[in-house]
């Protein structure tokens, strides 16, 4: 294991072992970072995840984490062996601090990463750069590296990934949601969406809702939401960073609700018929 002392980031060069890379180092709310081996899949893929373990007290963010958050990043550059990555967010908690609301995960995350390799069967050989934010009462920008490698045939931390999986937000379906519509309007500096989603029962009490769209171009303000019987209404606006025209494909909208007790997720949101 090595271990490194740094004053601004959290460069980790980790060792790699069958069952974690890890590595602890003297970084202000970070206990540590590890890349945890998981299995692989009968599909072919594998399924492990990276744990960020903190101090008490310290949170991290989500991939959408409002507010001054700071979402996390990576980069698989020089990893071999991989055609696809999914990440599986577990649900985020609603923080509240100074009138400012953000998404994330207090003292710690397992996040859950699925990889596509190129080879079937083959080990998958993991170089990641992740930056990343951890917060108490100042919040802190990291940056840290891990080296890993995922093995066919072998199984570790089964049950830490499996509960985290398990905090995924439903989908659609399994959350009860009848039908999701958008209405789209044209505004001074992009574009207005509305999502209305109805359900088959009272809609589900949520504390927020996001609505996202993956183009890094796009900024997306705090999204509104408005509940009543069983309809939720989902409001933001989208803004390019360029300030020039772009293409909204509906099908890559996505429209979280995030409740204490139940989070549904919906990707999608046609216009109205």
Request: hydrophobic share 40%.
């Amino acid at each position: 294991m090595l271990k490194q002392i740094l004053k601004i980031s959290c460069l980790i060069a980790a060792v790699t072992n069958p069952a974690a890379a890890e590595d602890y180092s003297a970084q202000t709310g970070i206990k540590a970072i590890e890349f945890l081996q998981g299995w692989r899949k009968k599909n072919g893929k594998h399924m492990a995840a990276i744990r960020i373990r903190l101090e008490d007290g310290w949170k991290t963010y989500w991939r959408a984490p409002g507010g001054n958050g700071i979402p996390p990043a990576f980069k698989w550059n020089g990893s071999n062996n991989i055609k696809g990555v999914q990440y599986h967010w577990p649900t985020p908690e609603v923080f509240n601090q100074d009138g400012i609301q953000t998404l994330g995960y207090e003292n710690e995350l397992v996040l859950p990463i699925e990889f596509t390799p190129s080879q079937n069967g083959a080990p998958i050989k993991i170089k990641t750069h992740i930056d990343f934010g951890v917060c108490a009462d100042v919040c802190i920008p990291v940056n840290s590296r891990l080296n890993a490698e995922l093995i066919a045939g072998t199984v570790a931390y089964y049950d830490e990934i499996e509960t985290a999986l398990s905090k995924r937000p439903k989908s659609a379906k399994a959350g009860g949601v009848r039908s999701i519509s958008c209405k789209v309007d044209p505004t001074a500096d992009g574009l207005s969406i509305t999502a209305n989603i109805k359900f088959k029962g009272q809609a589900p009490k949520a504390q927020r809702a996001v609505i996202e769209f993956p183009d890094k171009n796009i900024w997306i303000n705090s999204t509104s939401l408005a509940q009543s019987g069983k309809t939720a209404t989902a409001q933001a606006e989208l803004i390019s960073f360029s300030n020039n025209p772009f293409i909204l494909d509906r099908s890559k909208l996505r429209v979280t609700l995030i409740g204490a007790s139940k989070s549904i997720e919906i990707v999608g949101c046609p216009a109205a018929s």
